[in-house]
């Protein structure tokens, strides 16, 4: 079988075969063509929220599109669930990837109907060029994806070059740094404070995981958090943070802290399939003598897409512990809100998205307005992140928002420095 069913184009075996013989065409000049990776982001969200159907239909009409944007000469195949490889011919060099790369993007940033649902697909291109002299067809493939990879982090068109390995080496380096850190106790969790936006009281704290490393100065978490997902470190990563955050909380009632301050934990959705949350949930509240209800998990959406049902099940159990649900980066992926309104969530956190620029754009505001409107029918309490100004707090406060996170009522600061503004004795 070299034909792919579902889009009648060719499938992996099909293309490869297409690409050896072309390479082999002693008339084609090898610096005359390249291999372009056109791969869908976050497709499984369809999949999961739409139904495979719907997942099928769409991938129909990508294919169509890329289809249309296409020159007379160049081949079309799907060579995986999500991702299609394209076949060009150079004929006035490089800048025909770069032209052709522009067409896909165009084409398929208009928005897909399905169902009643209007989808924005995002997608990241990789390209290799031919040229090597022992071009072999399977290496193009690979060393275009390997670009589409790059694509998927950077944003943009990237194309095959050798040094990029020297970027994974770098990026094992830093998994290797961190799985010491990790043993050595030298990541620290920052408290960022979430405040009750009636009342302007500090409710909670959000931990947040900060690597000092041995040279001293701080990496974030955007930089460790997805080489920790990548390599499964985010496992005992996210063990140690829920019963340090825990254990915090519970030095905090042993100085005289205010018990009605709760705490709010990040959990990736990795950790939530690979490991055994609840338990462990459970072990961190005996251990330190908390109340579950003084506990936020702050999950993602794109937890709830690989396995809906299981998840589910994690969360009913959670649920059972007294913990608070809160839904984390709300209105980042496809959310389906049925699905939503199935799972106990508690809090939807807004992503900091909508909220920045929010007073000069109609959209944000509205699409902001649809969220709290949404979350009240459901039952749910909101938070806003990325808070920066009073102004901004007062019209989410307008808007009905519950709470809100951001540099307007503070940074996330060290344990001590936290306590320090819920400490009884001084407010
Ligand atoms: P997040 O859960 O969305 O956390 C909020 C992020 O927004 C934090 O970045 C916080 O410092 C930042 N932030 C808060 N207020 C403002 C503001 O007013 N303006 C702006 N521009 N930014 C603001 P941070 O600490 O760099 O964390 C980034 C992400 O790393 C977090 O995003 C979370 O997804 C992840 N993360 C952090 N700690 C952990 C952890 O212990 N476990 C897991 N699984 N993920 C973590
Ligand atoms: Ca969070
Ligand atoms: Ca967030």
Redesign the pocket.
């Known amino acids: 079988m070299l034909t792919d069913a579902l889009s009648g184009l060719p499938n992996r075996e099909g293309f490869v075969e297409t690409l050896e013989t072309l390479i082999a065409e002693p008339s084609v000049d090898n610096e005359r063509y390249a291999v372009m990776i056109v791969n869908l982001d976050r497709f499984n969200r369809v999949n999961a929220c739409l139904g495979s159907l719907a997942g099928d239909e769409l991938l129909i009409t990508v294919a169509r599109r890329i289809r249309g944007a296409l020159r007379g000469g160049d081949v079309l195949a799907r060579i995986g669930g999500d991702e299609f490889a394209i076949m060009l011919t150079l004929d006035q060099g490089r800048q025909d990837a770069d032209h052709l790369a522009k067409r896909v993007l165009t084409t398929l940033s208009t928005p897909f109907r399905l169902s009643d649902f209007e989808i924005r697909v995002s997608c990241s291109i990789g390209v290799a060029f031919g040229g090597d002299p022992v071009d072999d067809a399977e290496d193009l493939v690979r060393h275009a994806q390997f670009a589409t990879k790059r694509s998927k982090v950077s944003g943009e068109v990237e194309a095959y070059q050798p040094q990029a390995f020297d970027r994974a080496r770098a990026e094992f380096g830093l998994e290797t740094a961190l799985r010491r850190a990790i043993d050595a106790q030298s990541l620290t969790l920052a408290y960022?404070p979430i405040v009750d936006l009636a009342s302007g009281r500090i409710v909670a704290f959000?931990?947040?995981?900060r690597w000092r490393s041995d040279g001293g100065s701080d990496v974030?978490?955007?930089a460790f958090?997805p080489v920790a997902e990548e390599s499964g470190l985010?496992v005992p990563?996210?063990r140690w943070?829920l019963r340090e955050a825990v254990a915090t909380l519970a030095a905090w009632d042993a100085r005289g802290g205010d018990r009605s301050v709760k705490m709010a934990v990040?959990?990736?959705a990795i950790q939530l399939q690979r490991d055994n949350v609840p338990q462990l949930v459970k072990q961190a509240l005996e251990a330190s003598g908390i109340a579950g209800h003084r506990l936020t998990l702050?999950l993602t959406e794109s937890a709830l897409i690989a396995d809906p049902d299981r998840i589910a099940q994690i969360m009913q159990a959670l649920k059972a512990l007294d913990v608070t649900l809160a839904m984390?980066?709300f209105g980042t992926g496809y959310s389906n809100l049925a699905n939503l309104q199935k799972l106990p969530i508690d809090v939807l956190k807004m992503d900091?998205s909508f909220v920045t620029g929010m007073l000069a754009d109609r959209d944000k505001i509205a699409i902001t307005r649809a969220i709290l409107s949404l979350a009240q029918a459901l039952g749910m309490k909101t938070t806003a992140?990325?808070?920066?100004t009073h102004e901004l707090a007062q019209t989410l406060a307008a808007l009905g928002c519950t709470y809100a996170?951001?540099?307007h009522f503070g940074h996330?600061v060290m344990a001590d420095e936290a306590y320090a503004l819920v400490d009884p004795r001084k407010v």
């Open positions: 960022q959000e931990a947040l995981a974030g978490p955007g958090i985010i990563l996210g943070a990040n959990v990736s702050e984390d980066d900091r992140e990325g808070v920066e996170q951001g540099y996330a």
